[in-house]
């Protein structure tokens, strides 16, 4: 066995390298004078560094010493790659790296997730909750299990200890079976591209090898009809038969996503798949995360809204030069957080800091606190120096409740120091904390301050406090958090501010500019997103936004999805003041499919994938806001936007979002954390600006490939046609000849024609995403008529020369470069075989035809606007193109024998050289017009698409023609329900649902 593959993880690497390396060797024999040579080395040193980081990603985790719980030995050392399900281990309070996933069964544990979520923030594991249960564990613990899992990969930063004994934890799963494996599996094996141009180049390339195949046939012929050797016919057959097919057609379509990668790195913007910038460039949707992409990572503290007496008090906002007032809003802000001091600096949740940091209190690093059931660990508060001045010495946060997405609340069970009283705090989403208040210590006007706010884009949390009547020999860890959080009073409105970070509007708007659809896709409440939707110009100022509230069924009531106009968004109509469930209220469209967006959250959509699934492509089309949704819903959200035929860009900045930015077809993380190595791109500027970069860098890539593509196509077929009009007469190009268009031009032209730039302005349509399309088979087709027009004109006209002799030996110019005379048959006999094939009028003729018809193709397809910039920009490719022509002009025109001897060239008169540049002339003209002012022109192919009546044939084109002649869409201000299970099925009248 080799070493290191004993490990299911490493086993995988092993495979996979030595797959790559297999795969590597052969396309480096195939692929000849590829455009990639100069990329190989500094490709194969990323690659190695990748491999090697993912390689010490897995091996980490093998050599952790970890002690097990044996049944037989006691507690005993061993490595953890030979941990298995079922074991029972120890965490000692030692910081440690997780081999394994494992679902703690005694104890807490404070773990950095950043490996795996891109979260840097500390995340509190607690206890599985009835572990003597008979049912299965994940059944207890609903949908928060993940709060009692320890991942594999992730650090465990403190262990604390029960009252049972240490902390200890059951292996769930290992290798590949673990989060850190499903992670590593899907970097070694990531989900296929399924992109058209790929698919693409299989068929181009078949269509070129039935030319090559008609050469191949045409060559036999002609000399086998010639009665030549069959060595000779094979050689010359599969020399026509490769000419039309160059082999580095496949590695040109990766030469611009070469050089894209390596003016991405100088951005500071890292990829690890390239085969997806070319994808960058067909990207018109893009999803981002909110919290930390278009707004800044940290909340500032706005104000706090307090409640007294079932009334809203003073607002008392931060700054403040008098500090926050002792009360029961000051031991809520003080006590009712997860903070941690973990080398002598707190750390935690964003919102936690800034709550805590507002009343100037401060936490003991570790404490131990006395409560009624004994001594017990206890994080411990105490008022700062500039805190101010409270009648206790300090507060005991016993027990945490913690905080998780799905029940959007936590509480903390504290205790004065000094007193017996026990005291419950509570914090979460208003709406959810004023569910477990006495309505009548609730505001009357609770809801409308609440919008009062969202609607401004500030974050909103409600704080909520209760006194517990507790038996005096009660351990706080057992209380049941259902009792507990019951009979509360409710204490004020925490008022957070999130601001826009100043790139973020710009950024927008550009890609508006550019008809790229931005959506956001946010964990924050539904109306502060909204608000922040519209502050960042996502939602135009007079578009109408319609909030979908979709429930899912309740006994023999089916699910049921209500349309409702956001306030702010007012209809062309005065809404109905009662809404029934049979009337219907539309909003006048005006023609624009664009003046609405739709706005939901994260159980609205998912109630929509299960009940209304019908609806949902309707949704998409026009939803801009999702709210509430968890790491799943977001790549759910995502992959329906692709069945849509959308190229989907997500960019969140790790937190949550690993999920979607591996399913997006570009994937970009603004976190340096090591999750970053699951997205294919990553930006160190935390910024949405890397998002118009990238598919501006990979529009320049799409285009750039296609030029190549196009460049060797017609590179080979030029080839292709003065090779077959010279075999008509048994001749063929010489070595240097030969040699010439091959490296000094074609290797060069292909090296640096990529070199050119992105354009610095998003177009507002995309480049086309298809080898198999008209303006490029045109383009190709076209040229290639050119090409055949000008050489057989070439070929022909040299004939009828006054000069011209079949074949011919004379390579001298007379004096003055006067018509020369025909050579004697006595010349022509002893003229040996291998220049008899070479030397000829028609060569002389054709070379400087499809060399010079080279270097203008690679002139006319370096196209520079609007997808990339001037040609005259790329100055290595501007002057190697002035240098080639150059070239060529002087080995054709110069009057010296040693070069026309070296050349294999026969000396023809002034008069036809001129004949032959100005054939080269009128065509550089005719296909420069043809290329830039026919192909190239948008508005032409839109005229030519409107007469055939072409329509697009992605399906959220077809959507969209399909809701333009909905008069009834969108629905507003009416409730439908799902179809009913019995046999009576209700039926919206406003559309007809269609599976």
């Known amino acids: 066995m080799y070493p290191g593959t004993e490990n299911p993880l490493h086993l995988g690497l092993f495979c996979k390298r030595v797959q790559e390396s297999?795969?590597?060797?052969?396309?480096?024999?195939?692929?000849?004078?590829?455009?990639?040579?100069?990329?190989?080395?500094?490709?194969?040193?990323?690659?190695?560094?990748?491999?090697?980081?993912?390689?010490?990603?897995?091996?980490?985790?093998?050599?952790?010493?970890?002690?097990v719980c044996t049944k037989n030995e006691g507690f005993k050392e061993l490595e953890s790659h030979y941990l298995v399900p079922g074991d029972v281990f120890l965490l000692d309070g030692k910081k440690l790296s997780l081999p394994c996933d494992a679902v703690l069964i005694d104890g807490s544990c404070i773990v950095n997730e950043g490996m795996l979520t891109g979260e840097s923030i500390p995340v509190m594991k607690t206890l599985l909750p009835f572990?003597?249960?008979?049912?299965?564990?994940?059944?207890?613990?609903?949908?928060?299990?993940?709060?009692?899992?320890?991942?594999?990969?992730?650090?465990?930063?403190?262990?604390?200890?029960?009252?049972?004994?240490?902390?200890?934890?059951?292996?769930?799963?290992?290798?590949?079976?673990?989060?850190?494996?499903d992670l590593v599996r899907s970097i070694l094996y990531p989900r296929p591209l399924n992109f058209q141009l790929y698919r693409d180049a299989f068929k181009f390339i078949v269509g070129l090898s039935a030319i090559g195949v008609l050469g191949l046939i045409y060559t036999v012929c002609v000399f086998t009809y010639h009665k030549k050797p069959?060595?000779?016919?094979?050689?010359?057959?599969?020399?026509?038969?490769?000419?039309?097919?160059?082999?580095?057609?496949?590695?040109?379509?990766?030469?611009?996503?070469?050089?894209?990668?390596?003016?991405?790195?100088?951005?500071?913007?890292f990829c690890i798949t390239p085969q997806r910038i070319n994808?960058?460039?067909?990207?018109?949707?893009?999803?981002?995360?909110?919290?930390?992409?278009?707004?800044?990572?940290?909340?500032?503290?706005?104000?706090?809204?307090?409640?007294?007496?079932?009334?809203?008090?003073?607002?008392?906002?931060?700054?403040?030069?008098?500090?926050?007032?002792?009360?029961?809003?000051?031991?809520a802000m003080a006590s009712c957080h997860s903070l941690v001091v973990l080398d002598k600096k707190i750390q935690g949740d964003p919102l936690d800091l800034k709550m805590f940091e507002g009343t100037h209190w401060e936490i003991e690093e570790s404490s131990t606190a006395r409560d009624r059931a004994g001594a017990t660990d206890a994080c411990i508060v105490r008022p700062g120096p500039n805190a101010s001045s409270a009648p206790v010495e300090g507060i005991a946060i016993l027990h945490q409740f913690p905080f998780s997405s799905g029940l959007q609340r936590m509480s903390v069970v504290s205790q004065?120091?000094?007193e017996e009283q026990y005291d419950l705090y509570m914090k979460g989403a208003p709406e959810t904390v004023s569910s477990f208040c006495r309505q009548e210590t609730v505001p009357s006007d609770f809801l409308e301050e609440l919008k009062t706010y969202t609607s401004q884009g500030f974050r909103v949390i409600a704080l909520a406090h209760k006194v517990l009547s507790l038996p005096e020999d009660v351990d706080v860890s057992d209380l049941e958090r259902e009792e507990a959080e019951s009979g509360l009073e409710f204490l004020g409105l925490l008022v957070m501010e999130n601001r826009l970070k100043p790139e973020t509007k710009p950024v927008l708007r550009e890609l508006a500019a550019a008809r790229i659809r931005s959506i956001m896709v946010t964990g924050d409440n539904l109306q502060t997103a909204v608000t922040v939707a519209r502050n960042a110009d996502m939602i135009h100022e007079a578009s109408k936004v319609i909030i979908v509230e979709a429930s899912e069924p309740e006994g023999s009531t089916p699910a049921s999805i209500a349309w409702r106009l956001a306030e702010g968004s007012k209809a062309s109509a005065a809404a109905p003041t009662e809404v029934c469930a049979n009337t219907q209220e539309k909003i006048t469209l005006g023609g624009e499919s664009s003046n609405y967006h739709f706005a939901m959250n994260g159980k609205s959509y998912q109630v929509l994938v299960k009940h209304f699934y019908s609806l949902l492509p309707k949704i998409l089309l026009n939803a801009t806001v999702f709210a509430r949704m968890s790491p799943s819903q977001k790549s759910s959200l995502v992959e329906e936007l692709q069945k849509l035929d959308y190229y989907v860009g997500m960019c969140g900045d790790g937190a949550n979002d690993c999920g979607a930015l591996k399913m997006a077809h570009a994937g970009i993380s603004l976190s340096e954390q090591e999750a970053s190595v699951a997205s294919p791109f990553t930006s160190q500027i935390p910024n949405i600006q890397c998002v118009p970069e990238l598919i501006r860098e990979g529009r320049a890539a799409l285009v750039a490939s296609f030029a190549v593509v196009k460049y060797l196509t017609l590179y080979g077929l030029i080839q292709f046609v003065g090779t077959a009009?010279?075999?008509?007469?048994?001749?063929?190009?010489?070595?240097?000849?030969?040699?010439?268009?091959?490296?000094?031009?074609?290797?060069?032209?292909?090296?640096?024609?990529?070199?050119?730039?992105?354009?610095?302005?998003?177009?507002?349509?995309?480049?086309?995403?298809?080898?198999?399309?008209?303006?490029?088979?045109?383009?190709?087709?076209?040229?290639?008529?050119?090409?055949?027009?000008?050489?057989?004109?070439?070929?022909?006209?040299?004939?009828?020369?006054?000069?011209?002799?079949?074949l011919a030996s004379w390579r001298h110019c007379s004096l003055g470069n006067q018509t020369l005379p025909p050579a004697s048959p006595g010349e022509n006999s002893t003229s040996s075989s291998d220049h008899s094939t070479v030397l000829s009028y028609e060569g002389t003729t054709l070379w400087p035809l499809s060399s010079v018809n080279c270097i203008i193709v690679a002139f006319v397809f370096s196209k520079g606007?609007?997808?990339?910039?001037?040609?005259?920009?790329?100055?290595?490719?501007?002057?190697?193109?002035?240098?080639q022509l150059a070239t060529c002009l002087f080995l054709f025109l110069a009057d010296m024998d040693a070069v026309y001897s070296g050349m294999q060239f026969l000396c023809t008169p002034v008069i036809w050289r001129v004949y032959v540049l100005l054939m080269l002339l009128v065509t550089f003209c005719v296909s420069f017009f043809t290329e830039d002012v026919l192909l190239q022109n948008k508005h032409l192919w839109m005229l030519i698409k409107a007469c055939v009546g072409y329509q697009s044939k992605s399906?959220?084109?077809?959507?969209?023609?399909?809701?333009?002649?909905?008069?009834?869409?969108p629905p507003v201000n009416t409730k439908d329900f799902a179809a009913r299970s019995t046999a009576e099925v209700y039926i919206n009248p406003s559309y007809e649902h269609r599976d």
């Open 22 to 67: 297999w795969i590597t060797g052969r396309q480096q024999h195939v692929s000849q004078h590829t455009p990639q040579i100069w990329s190989w080395p500094d490709r194969g040193r990323t690659e190695n560094q990748q491999s090697t980081k993912l390689h010490d990603l897995v091996e980490e985790h093998n050599k952790v010493q970890v002690t």
């Open 131 to 181: 572990t003597e249960s008979p049912e299965p564990w994940k059944t207890h613990s609903m949908e928060d299990y993940r709060r009692h899992v320890l991942f594999c990969g992730t650090e465990v930063i403190q262990a604390k200890s029960s009252g049972r004994g240490p902390a200890r934890a059951v292996v769930l799963q290992t290798g590949f079976n673990t989060a850190k494996g």
């Open 230 to 269: 069959v060595a000779d016919v094979v050689a010359m057959a599969l020399l026509l038969l490769t000419a039309a097919v160059p082999p580095a057609i496949p590695a040109a379509l990766t030469t611009g996503t070469v050089y894209a990668q390596r003016r991405l790195k100088k951005k500071k913007i």
């Open 279 to 331: 994808i960058c460039g067909q990207i018109n949707l893009v999803c981002f995360d909110k919290t930390g992409t278009l707004t800044e990572d940290g909340l500032d503290l706005w104000g706090i809204l307090p409640s007294e007496g079932s009334r809203f008090q003073k607002i008392h906002k931060f700054p403040s030069s008098t500090p926050l007032p002792w009360g029961p809003v000051c031991g």
């Open 416 to 418: 004065k120091i000094g």
């Open 725 to 806: 009009l010279l075999f008509w007469q048994l001749q063929i190009f010489g070595n240097y000849q030969y040699l010439i268009q091959d490296m000094v031009i074609t290797l060069l032209v292909c090296l640096t024609m990529s070199l050119t730039e992105a354009y610095p302005k998003l177009a507002p349509y995309r480049p086309p995403g298809q080898l198999i399309s008209p303006p490029l088979l045109l383009s190709v087709i076209l040229n290639v008529c050119f090409t055949i027009a000008m050489q057989t004109c070439g070929f022909l006209l040299v004939k009828k020369q006054p000069w011209y002799v079949a």
């Open 865 to 883: 606007k609007p997808f990339r910039k001037p040609i005259y920009t790329n100055y290595v490719f501007s002057a190697l193109l002035t240098l």
């Open 955 to 969: 399906q959220y084109r077809k959507w969209q023609r399909m809701l333009q002649r909905d008069p009834n869409w």
